[in-house]
């Protein structure tokens, strides 16, 4: 069942970006990168090998965001490193 980030304790774009962080750490790996609040969703900033690479997760609020949407996102990062 998916849960929405309130659900798994993420409050804030802040709390966003640790469990991105926390995640990639869990995965072996480490990555610059940053989640930016914007009007339509987030938008996930990483650089690997001085390429910056972007990722929009789109809902109309944070906390609306849903578990896969996050897992599809570290992929993503994951897939680049």
Known sequence: ???YLDEL???SIVGLNKWFQNELK??????EMECVKIEKGVNIFWAVKN????????????YVMQEEDLKNALDLIL???
Not at 53 to 62: A, D, G, W, Y
């Open 79 to 81: 897939n680049t490193i």
């Open 26 to 31: 869990a995965a072996g790996k480490t990555v």
């Open 9 to 11: 304790g993420i409050k």
């Open 1 to 3: 069942m998916s849960k």
């Open 51 to 62: 390429k910056l690479h972007k990722h929009e997760i789109q809902c109309s609020v944070i």
